[in-house]
């Protein structure tokens, strides 16, 4: 996967003065989930540090009855205490595991800091197996930049 040929284009959709956040954030899942092949779910959960859970945000993908998450439950709930990348090659072996979907085999959850505080994360499913690479990693640190933008 090229992600370097795909930058330019998060930064187009996320610089768009005429569309609301929300709907950049919906517009860049969408162009995530188009343009990579294993990423089937594609969305943002957002901190509410005071009650310490994790909010749904815009998302692409089979709908979830997962959108509110206490921090410490779950992938997300992980991140959002550890304020760390959370690669999951095979959820199925994973303890603390919210099973979403039985099509759902590996997750990728990348926070996304304002200001070096960690407001929310863009959480990715995979119905393949072990697909996500550092190379993954990094493109979503640099979305995750990109989108902080946007605070």
Same mark, same amino acid.
């Given at each position: 996967?090229?992600?370097?040929s795909l930058k330019p284009n998060v930064v187009s959709l996320l610089s768009d003065p005429?569309?609301?956040? &929300?709907?950049?954030?919906?517009?860049?899942?969408?162009?995530?989930?188009?343009? !990579?092949?294993?990423?089937?779910?594609? +969305?943002?959960y957002f901190a509410n540090h005071e009650a310490k859970t994790l909010h749904l945000g815009p998302y692409v993908g089979a709908e979830t009855d997962h959108t509110i998450i206490p921090f410490g439950?779950?992938?997300?709930g992980q991140v959002a205490e550890s304020n760390a990348n959370f690669v999951v090659p095979d959820v199925s072996a994973q &303890?603390?595991?919210?099973?979403?979907?039985?099509?759902v085999k590996s997750e990728i !959850?990348?926070?996304?800091?304002?200001? +070096?505080?960690?407001i929310g994360q863009i959480d990715i499913d995979s119905h393949?197996?072990?697909p996500f690479t550092e190379a993954d990693e990094r493109f979503l640190e640099f979305v995750n930049q990109e989108v902080a933008k946007l605070f």
């Amino acid at each position: 996967m090229d992600f370097e040929s795909l930058k330019p284009n998060v930064v187009s959709l996320l610089s768009d003065p005429n569309l609301e956040r &929300d709907v950049k954030l919906k517009n860049l899942c969408q162009f995530l989930s188009n343009s !990579v092949t294993y990423y089937d779910w594609v +969305g943002f959960y957002f901190a509410n540090h005071e009650a310490k859970t994790l909010h749904l945000g815009p998302y692409v993908g089979a709908e979830t009855d997962h959108t509110i998450i206490p921090f410490g439950k779950g992938i997300c709930g992980q991140v959002a205490e550890s304020n760390a990348n959370f690669v999951v090659p095979d959820v199925s072996a994973q &303890d603390n595991y919210i099973a979403c979907s039985f099509t759902v085999k590996s997750e990728i !959850v990348v926070p996304l800091f304002v200001n +070096g505080k960690n407001i929310g994360q863009i959480d990715i499913d995979s119905h393949v197996l072990n697909p996500f690479t550092e190379a993954d990693e990094r493109f979503l640190e640099f979305v995750n930049q990109e989108v902080a933008k946007l605070f």
